[in-house]
């Protein structure tokens, strides 16, 4: 809440000062009241930031429906995954995490159900007039040919359908691990395509999150590379 007052702040002096020159420059008094175009074009997108933000709060119902953050960031999950340990599990709960099994398993019918969700809980935001300026990105999975088949044609769709862009094709894997839900302790090493995201508002998608070790590292990376995480969803949560 600080940050954003002071970028409110920031911008009530830049309005002021553009106020200033208009009227200079209307009674052609210019002599100190220089405005460098740079700091013009500055106001404007920190205008456009601070709207987007107010209009994300509008929705937060939506956003903290599970009450939970990762790096601070809000996160939605749509269905708690119960691993084969938990033991004995509702036929519900049994249904979601094949569900959450066959997306990895880069199914058809798996990734259209999981479309419909992510596409239907985005248009619930009432954000649409800001999908444009949001980039969509799937979270590093466990190998380059794991992360191409699950995500490449998922994050295509879903940016299709909301007028996202598209920023998955921007993330390279570049090793091979075991999957954490299957025991997996190693990291798998990847690159963000610095130049593509900074400045970027981002929403990241998972198909699941165990530990959040892993969303919490990309998270953080995406920050280094000058880009904005303002949101998380995955379709299953760890139990």
Request: charged fraction near 30%.
């Amino acid at each position: 809440m600080e940050k954003e007052w002071e970028d409110k702040e920031h911008i009530r002096k830049a309005e002021e000062i553009i106020r200033l020159y208009t009227n200079a420059a209307r009674e052609k008094r210019l002599t100190g009241y220089k405005l460098n175009i740079f700091q013009a074009d500055n106001i404007l997108r920190m205008k456009e930031e601070l709207k987007l933000i107010e209009t994300l709060s509008y929705s937060s119902r939506w956003w903290f429906k599970h009450d939970e953050k990762i790096n601070e960031i809000p996160y939605k999950y749509f269905f708690k995954y119960h691993p084969l340990s938990a033991g004995t599990i509702t036929r519900s709960d049994e249904d979601h995490r094949q569900l959450i099994w066959d997306f990895k398993d880069a199914k058809r019918k798996a990734q259209d159900i999981a479309l419909s969700y992510v596409v239907d809980y985005l248009t619930r935001l009432n954000v649409d007039d800001y999908f444009e300026k949001i980039t969509f990105v799937c979270a590093p999975a466990s190998s380059r040919e794991s992360y191409r088949n699950r995500f490449a044609l998922f994050s295509k769709r879903v940016c299709e359908e909301c007028g996202m862009r598209n920023g998955t094709p921007h993330v390279s894997i570049l090793n091979s691990v075991k999957p954490k839900h299957l025991g997996g302790d190693e990291s798998v090493k990847y690159e963000v395509d610095r130049s593509y995201f900074k400045g970027q508002w981002i929403i990241v998608f998972d198909d699941l999150v165990t530990t959040g070790c892993t969303m919490s590292r990309f998270i953080s990376r995406l920050s280094e590379a000058g880009a904005k995480v303002i949101g998380i969803i995955t379709i299953g949560r760890t139990v």
